[in-house]
């Protein structure tokens, strides 16, 4: 008797199964059933047919965890799937479903077989990034060029092998490079430095290595971390080069003392008190000051947490220098071989007595309107007015350590300029007859820090029109000591 015969290759998309129609029992010489079905198959699909003899009468029945997956169309089987839950290979807890079909022929034992689907897998997933499209790794700036500095993964569902580029048009995709592209391993490629860039950012796409070549993409962002590659750093920092803000050079600190004179409080030095803070900034290392030995740092002490300098005893006796130089050392307290060296310069000042002093605590003086953008102003009867402040330290009153400035009101502040040596200039061109103004000058001594400060009333006189005589009678009263007489000088042309 003929019987109905399943194929058993797994390549088909549906494969038939016969029941023998024998006489006694129709059921007893099936077998089982293997086929095929690609994922995402529409509800209905058909999955196998039953062929069965024309006569006689059979009873099927499907069961088992995955018979909610079919359904029986007659002879047929065919895909049950859900709407909104297609059949997705990838949400499968096996890709391979297995459903017991039962066949049951009154007056005999049922009979069992089984029918098995393999789902196909189809590419109908895109890769993503885990733990999503934008990811931040910290990475030292000591990590070596060449090293693999971390790992980027993305998944895809369906399996495929995924190549990683990174993008060559992102920011700072020039520190970094992929050796192996199926790996997602990243490689340094350009050494990293804390101190001129503390953030990089570029992308990494995945891309799959099938003819869709769906691909993903990930911004990285990567945190520089400081490490401890610089030495401490005296402030403020003179730069080496423009380019290179984190080579510093030690600026020259300097501060004056009185030969003689005890000083308890530490000393005030220029540009600013000395101090040097550790020159990797993200790690800010604690810093201990000391004085290298010199032939006169004994007199001196140095604070060492606070890098602050005083005298322990008055600097006096015969071959005292009119300078004094120390050598400052800044180290890290937690490594000592990272330091830095400064020079302090201590200028030994003679005792001053006497601070500066202008003759008069007001000066006449006058400026001829006319086409010059510089001219010198007079006082009476026409001679130059130049101003000095008189030290009576010094043995012809003349300091040369004094510097004059103008305090000038707002509605002079472009039209007079007084030069180092006490000339007062005027803008000629910009005045108008009978205006009238009043400037302070202030001296300073830029050594003992005193200042003392007069006034001068300039009166703008017409074109042509000659500066007033003195007052005073001809004999009763000489120019002050402190206003120069020029009477003859190279006519003065420029701006002031």
């Known amino acids: 008797m003929p019987g109905g015969a399943g194929s058993a290759l797994l390549l088909a998309l549906s494969l038939s199964f016969h029941l023998s129609p024998a006489a006694p029992d129709q059921c007893s010489k099936g077998s089982n059933v293997f086929t095929e079905l690609p994922e995402n198959s529409a509800n209905g699909t058909a999955v196998a047919t039953l062929a069965l003899p024309a006569a006689g009468s059979v009873k099927l029945c499907l ?62 997933n895109r890769p993503r990034f885990q733990p999503g499209p934008e990811l931040t790794h910290n990475v030292s700036e000591l990590v070596a060029v060449n090293s693999v500095v971390f790992t980027t993964q993305a998944e895809d569902g369906d399996g495929d092998t995924l190549v990683y580029v990174i993008d060559g048009a992102s920011a700072d995709a020039k520190h970094f490079r992929i050796d192996l592209p199926n790996s997602g391993r990243i490689v340094l490629a350009k050494a990293l430095d804390f101190e001129t860039r503390r953030q990089l950012d570029f992308v990494v796409h995945a891309v799959m290595n099938t ?34 803000a984190s080579v510093c050079l030690s600026p020259i600190y300097t501060a004056n003392i009185t030969a003689g004179r005890a000083q308890v409080r530490p000393l005030h030095f220029l540009p600013g008190a000395i101090h040097a803070e550790d020159g990797d900034h993200g790690l800010k290392a604690a810093i201990t000051y000391s004085l290298l030995p010199g032939p006169y740092s004994g007199w001196f002490h140095v604070n060492n947490a ?17 300078a004094v130089t120390l050598q400052v050392m800044a180290a890290q307290v937690n490594d000592a071989t990272k330091f830095a060296v400064a ?9 001053n007595r006497h601070p500066p002093r202008f003759a008069h605590p007001r000066y006449p003086a006058f400026v001829r309107q006319g086409p010059r953008t510089a001219t010198l102003a007079t006082t009476y009867g026409g001679r130059v007015l130049a101003l000095h402040a008189a030290d009576r330290d010094f043995p012809d009153g003349f300091n040369p350590w004094i510097r004059y400035r103008l305090a000038l009101p707002a509605n002079a502040s472009e039209l007079f ?42 009166e703008v006189l017409r074109p042509g029109q000659a500066a007033p005589q ?21 006519p003065w042309t420029g701006h002031p």
């Open 63 to 124: 069961s088992g965890a995955d018979a909610t997956w079919f359904y029986l169309d007659g002879r047929t089987v065919r895909l049950q799937a859900a709407p909104g839950a297609p059949l997705d290979r990838e949400a499968l807890e096996s890709p391979v479903l297995m459903v017991a079909l039962t066949c049951s022929e009154d007056g005999f034992s049922p009979v069992e077989y089984r029918l098995v689907v393999q789902v196909l897998n189809e590419n109908d």
């Open 211 to 244: 003819k869709e070549r769906y691909k993903a993409s990930a911004h990285i962002h990567v945190n520089v971390l400081d490490g401890d590659d610089q030495y401490p750093q005296f402030l403020p920092c003179r730069a080496l080069l423009p380019a290179t």
């Open 306 to 322: 606070t890098g602050a300098v005083t005298l322990l005893r008055p600097l006096d006796g015969p071959g005292l220098p009119p």
């Open 343 to 351: 020079e302090a310069r201590v200028r030994v000042l003679a005792p």
């Open 417 to 458: 300029q007084l030069m180092p040596n006490g000339l007062l200039v005027a803008r000629a061109d910009q005045l108008q007859p009978s205006q009238h103004f009043l400037l302070q000058v202030i001296a300073r001594d830029e050594e003992s820090g005193e200042v003392t400060n007069t006034t001068v009333d300039i």
């Open 470 to 490: 003195d007052p005073v009678e001809a004999g009763q009263e000489q120019s002050p000591p402190d206003v120069a007489v020029i009477t003859r000088m190279s």
